[in-house]
C-alpha cells in the first residue's frame, strides 16, 4: 500500500507540473532566436568601470565605485519579473546567509535592472525585499547595490558581460536567459552560473575564485530564462514550464526508482 501512494504522490508532482506550464489556450510563440537571447562567457573580460547608474537611494554610482576593494557577483534581471528573475532571486536570498564568505565585508552584490523604464523606487523596493525575505542578512547592507540606469549603460554593462537580451520598449517586453556572473576587483569577469538554481558550495567557489582574481571554468551552458514574459502580469514562460516539467519528470523517476529498489529488497527479504 506504501508503495502505492508513493507512486500516486509521483503523478501527482508530474500533474502540478503541468498545471505550471503556459496556458494551453495561450497563443503560440515564436522560436527563441539564441542568436539576440543568449549568455556568452566572456571569462576574462573586463566591464566598463565608468558608466553611471542610480543605485536603491537615488544616487549615482559606478562599477568601479561599487567594486573598491572587494570583487562582486551582478544578477542582471527586472524588478518586476515574475519568472525566472525570482527564482534566481530568491535562490541567491536562500544561499547567502549559509556561505562563510559575508555580503559587504568579502564580496559585493550588484543587482541589476535590464530595463531602462524601471527606477529608483522598484529598487528601493527590491532592496527592502532582501532583507525582508532573508532577516539573517541583515547587517549585510552596505554590500548591496540594486541598479538602475539608462538604455545605454545597461547594454554596455550587459554586452560585456556576455548577457544578451531583447528589449521592446514599445510594447514593453523583455526576452533574457539566466545567469549570475562574478567579478574580481579590478572588474575582470572570473566565472558564471547559468542555472537559476544552484548550491551554496558553488557559489562559495566562484566568490573565492574572484577573490583570488583567478578565472573559473565555463559553466554547462543551461539555456533557462524569462521568454516572451509579461512584466505584468508575470505568464510564465515557455522555458520556465519546461524547466518545471523536466524537474517534476526527474522527481517521478528517482520515486519509481525508489519503489524499484524497495520492492526488489523486499522479495529478497522475504527469500531469505
Aim: charged share 20%; glycine share 8%; aromatic share 8%.
Amino acid at each position: 500500500m506504501k508503495y502505492l501512494l508513493l507512486a500516486l504522490v509521483a503523478l501527482s508532482c508530474l500533474a502540478g507540473a503541468q498545471d505550471w506550464a503556459p496556458d494551453a489556450q495561450a497563443p503560440a510563440q515564436p522560436a527563441i532566436d539564441r542568436t539576440k537571447v543568449r549568455v556568452v562567457q566572456n571569462l576574462g573580460g573586463q566591464v566598463p568601470m565608468d558608466d553611471s547608474f542610480k543605485d536603491q537611494t537615488g544616487q549615482t554610482v559606478t562599477i568601479g565605485q561599487i567594486l573598491g576593494s572587494r570583487p562582486a557577483l551582478v544578477l542582471p534581471i527586472f524588478y518586476r519579473c515574475q519568472g525566472v528573475c525570482s527564482v534566481e532571486f530568491n535562490e541567491l536570498l536562500q544561499a547567502l546567509p549559509q556561505l562563510n564568505q559575508r555580503v559587504g565585508k568579502d564580496f559585493n552584490v550588484i543587482v541589476l535592472s535590464i530595463d531602462p523604464q524601471e527606477g529608483t523606487d522598484l529598487a528601493a523596493e527590491k532592496y527592502a525585499e532582501v532583507f525582508s525575505t532573508a532577516p539573517k542578512l541583515k547587517g549585510t547592507e552596505a554590500g548591496w547595490h540594486v541598479l538602475t540606469g539608462s538604455l545605454g549603460s545597461i547594454r554596455k554593462l550587459t554586452d560585456k558581460l556576455g548577457f544578451y537580451y531583447t528589449y521592446d520598449a514599445k510594447n514593453d517586453v523583455i526576452n533574457h536567459p539566466s545567469g549570475i556572473m562574478f567579478l574580481t576587483s579590478s572588474g575582470e569577469i572570473s566565472s558564471y552560473i547559468l542555472s537559476p538554481t544552484f548550491g551554496t558550495d558553488r557559489l562559495s567557489e566562484d566568490i573565492n575564485v574572484a577573490n583570488a582574481s583567478k578565472l573559473g571554468v565555463k559553466s554547462t551552458d543551461i539555456f533557462l530564462g524569462c521568454i516572451h514574459c509579461d512584466p505584468i502580469t508575470g505568464h510564465r514562460s515557455i522555458v520556465i514550464g519546461r524547466f518545471l516539467s523536466l524537474a517534476a519528470l526527474a522527481t517521478v523517476l528517482g520515486i519509481l526508482g525508489m519503489l524499484a529498489t524497495f520492492s526488489i529488497k523486499s522479495r529478497l527479504s522475504k527469500g531469505a
